[in-house]
């Protein structure tokens, strides 16, 4: 059963900026060291780590949630598998908010273009399982 979706999609050259401004901070803020080694393995990593904020941006928007104390970036790991498919391990506050709401598995995907890193997320729990309850849409009346 789909719990939650979500997409994200991130400007390479901003990534580029924020690399140039902010260097090592900036990593360390937003990626776990598994990953900044990764992206550092490539000729050009810009690419590589706007996917993974875009991979994480997803997840955070598949859950309805965004930057909270629920879950934040470096509650979201981003590996690849050994066939190269993006994954996602939760972790920390993620691992909670992922048992909270019963999902069983985090599907990813990420594309890019010349100056774009896109990515897409899907929450899936189990076949007829009971949908996050806290969440609730706008009635009409509200919107």
């Given at each position: 059963?789909?719990?939650g979706i979500g997409i994200?999609?991130?400007?390479?050259?901003r990534v580029e900026r924020l690399?140039?401004?902010?260097?090592?901070?900036?990593l360390r803020r937003v990626f776990l060291p598994?990953?900044?080694?990764?992206?550092?393995?490539?000729k050009f990593p810009a690419p590589h780590l706007a996917a993974r904020i875009a991979v994480k941006e997803a997840v955070l928007k598949s859950f309805g949630e965004g930057w909270t104390e629920k879950i934040g970036w470096k509650d979201i790991l981003v590996r690849r598998s050994l066939k190269g498919q993006p994954r996602v391990e939760l972790i920390g506050k993620g691992k909670d908010l992922q048992e909270e709401m019963g999902v069983e598995t985090v599907l990813v995907t990420?594309?890019?273009?010349?100056?774009?890193?896109?990515?897409?997320?899907v929450l899936c729990?189990?076949?007829g399982g009971q949908r996050d309850t806290h969440?609730?849409?706008?009635?009409?009346?509200e919107v």
């Open positions: 059963m789909v719990i994200d999609i991130v400007e390479i050259p690399l140039e401004k902010w260097g090592e901070s900036f598994g990953e900044i080694a990764y992206c550092r393995e490539k990420i594309s890019h273009a010349d100056s774009y890193s896109v990515a897409a997320a729990g189990p076949p969440r609730r849409a706008v009635p009409d009346s």
